[in-house]
């Protein structure tokens, strides 16, 4: 990538993350005049603890939310979904007898109409949201105990044809993000997570499946993003490290029945360091990761095996301007 534009700096640091989870959910459905109407509810408890070495940060969070979800036929071509959340998280930085608590109520509402047997139109509207973690709540910026909670409202819109062998979905979407939350290096002495403007993001998305024969399938999707800060210093440039344009395409076989072996590309196009609000600096260089998967399926039990990054592409999953240089996180060659 284009890291090698800069010096850089190895860093080491030692911590422990505990994480317990509780996901209880439950589907049932009730008859209709113009069908099953399909009702999901369920709760998700998450408990985390983080610490580094030498207890000088000790911070805990308690997440809980409570959700229901209904996707009911209004006609025999017109289906309704409808969603609700509450949420709630409670974090407690012990080492400085911090605390903070914050909830949120989020939802969403979409229409589908079946037009044909093949062709069918949507719209959807949902709102989105993300708590700090506890680890990213340990680098904050002086002054700020705990990270506001980020937010986003997205609208989408589109069509999608399908028959037995193939199918296509094309759509458009714009998304309002508030308080996004992210790692800047340059934020501080030595960096720090902090809460970004808000920011814009529209585009297309298409995405496709093609059967060839009862041994090859294919499969592919594209994206189009337009980022762009909508308020703060920097209103009008690109989000940094946001791809305009993303792919990914894949070929599946099926020589053998039940072992399915596929190969995809994915591609990430350049992008602004992160960091770089200003958008002064050279992007990074585009990347394209080929994976190997294998799937093997019997009845009710599978196995799976997955290599990434099969050709030891050279790359970063986070790459962002410092004083220094570039911070980054280089990944494997394979994994």
Do not use: C
């Amino acid at each position: 990538s284009g890291s090698s534009l800069y010096k850089t700096y190895d860093y080491f640091s030692a911590y422990k993350m505990e994480v317990k989870s509780f996901t209880p959910r439950a589907v049932g459905q009730i008859a209709t005049a113009n069908g099953n109407a399909v009702v999901t509810v369920g709760y998700d408890q998450i408990d985390a603890d983080y610490s580094t070495a030498g207890g000088y940060t000790d911070i805990s969070q308690d997440q809980r939310d409570f959700y229901g979800q209904v996707i009911y036929p209004i006609t025999k071509a017109v289906t309704l979904n409808a969603g609700i959340r509450h949420a709630t998280v409670d974090d407690k930085n012990h080492a400085l007898s911090n605390s903070d608590d914050d909830s949120l109520n989020i939802g969403e509402l979409g229409l589908n109409y079946q037009i044909d047997s093949a062709w069918r139109v949507f719209a959807r509207y949902a709102d989105g949201y993300r708590f700090a973690n506890a680890d990213e709540n340990n680098a904050v910026l002086p002054g700020v105990d705990f990270l506001r909670a980020q937010t986003s409202q997205s609208e989408e819109l589109g069509a999608a044809w399908a028959d037995d062998s193939a199918s296509v979905k094309y759509s458009l979407f714009h998304m309002v993000v508030d308080d996004e939350i992210m790692y800047d290096p340059l934020a501080g002495q030595y960096g720090a997570n902090i809460n970004l403007p808000e920011s814009e993001r529209q585009g297309l998305l298409f995405d496709g499946d093609v059967t060839l024969s009862d041994q090859i399938a294919l499969h592919g999707n594209y994206t189009y993003t337009d980022a762009e800060l909508s308020s703060g210093s920097f209103k009008g440039k690109d989000v940094p490290y946001v791809a305009k344009n993303s792919a990914n395409m894949g070929i599946i076989f099926t020589f053998v029945q039940h072992l399915h072996v596929s190969v995809d590309a994915n591609y990430v196009g350049s992008r602004y360091l992160v960091g770089d609000n200003a958008n002064a600096k050279p992007k990074v260089d585009p990347v394209t990761l080929f994976n190997v998967n294998l799937l093997w399926d019997v009845a009710d039990f599978e196995l799976g095996l997955r290599v990434k990054n099969i050709t030891g592409e050279q790359y970063a999953d986070y790459e962002g301007t410092s004083w220094s240089g570039v911070y980054l996180y280089p990944q494997p060659k394979q994994t």
